[in-house]
């Protein structure tokens, strides 16, 4: 049981990492509460195919990376409650 902690431990403290590194290197959506109230065009082609740049696989990774990070966290606060 204590290889397993150890093993977890390891992959939460590199998701942590990879996680920090993606969410600095993202550029901040500028529109926010502002582009609800002007409007915004989402029917054009960039925005159909927003998730096939660059930025679109750095927020898709975020995301994943981040459900990870909860997922482990739990994992540990469960294995060091044992």
């Not at 942590?16 to 290197?25: P, R, V």
């Not at 409007?39 to 750095?58: A, C, H, V």
Request: aromatic share 8%; glycine share 8%; charged share 15%.
């Amino acid at each position: 049981m204590e290889i397993l902690k150890y093993i977890i431990l390891v992959i939460y403290i590199i998701v942590c990492i990879a996680l920090i590194i993606l969410a600095t290197i993202q550029n901040s959506e500028k529109a926010g509460a502002s582009g609800t109230i002007t409007g915004s065009s989402t029917n054009n082609f960039y925005e159909q195919n927003k998730g096939r740049t660059k930025q679109g696989k750095l927020k898709k990774w975020t995301i994943i990376l981040g459900i990870m990070f909860v997922v482990l966290a739990i994992m540990l606060g469960i294995l060091y409650l044992v």
